[in-house]
Each structure stands twice: as C-alpha cells, then as structure tokens.
C-alpha cells in the first residue's frame, strides 16, 4: 500500500484563523531558557487548529509547529514563524499557504 498523508487546506478563512491563534498561543505560552517549547494540550487548542486535527502543536521561541502527521525528518505540517523566515527547519522546505501561515513535508 502507497504512503500516504494530508496536504494543506487552502481555506483563507481557516487559514488567518489558524495564523491569529497562533499568535494568540505565543502570546500566552512564553518560553524561556529553561524551558524552550510548551507543548499544547489537545483540549486546549483552539477551534481554527483543532480542525486541522493536529498530532500536536507547541509553541518554540522561533514561533508554532501544528503537526499534521509526524515522520522521521520533520513530517508533514504547519509553522507560523513570529518574523518570516525564522523556522524549525530549512526556509526551501515551506510554502506560504496563507498570510503568515506556511506549509511543509519532510525535508
């Protein structure tokens, strides 16, 4: 059987939600040296990130990764950076999906 895995939603509407309360989650989860990431509860995600029906979501200091489907070099998922082009991996391996919002695979 063929590997295979969820792409992207291309739903503008979704995707500035998921973009607001991604920024919504760094606001209220602050990471510090001690502690680099906060890893988000299930029951705590927002309705926007929810619906993407996540793997897991946490919130590192370069911005938030929403995993779709996790995989040995990265997986399959979401960033949304708190400046442009700072992400947990390389900048080739993303595609801006909606304002602030930016795809990627394994990479």
């Not at 510090?32 to 619906?51: M, R, T, Y």
Request: charged residues 20%.
């Amino acid at each position: 059987m063929p590997f295979s895995c969820t792409g992207p939603t291309y739903d503008q509407r979704i995707l500035r939600a998921v973009g607001a309360e991604a920024r919504a989650l760094m606001a209220a989860n602050p990471v510090n040296p001690a502690q680099p990431w906060v890893d988000i509860p299930e029951q705590a995600l927002p309705p926007a990130i929810a619906s993407l029906r996540p793997h897991d979501v946490t919130v590192y200091r370069w911005g938030v990764a929403i995993t779709i489907k996790p995989f040995f070099d990265g997986g399959w998922g979401y960033e949304v950076p708190r400046k442009k082009g700072d992400f947990g991996m390389l900048p080739e391996c993303y595609s801006e999906v909606g304002p602030g919002v930016f795809w990627h695979g394994p990479c």
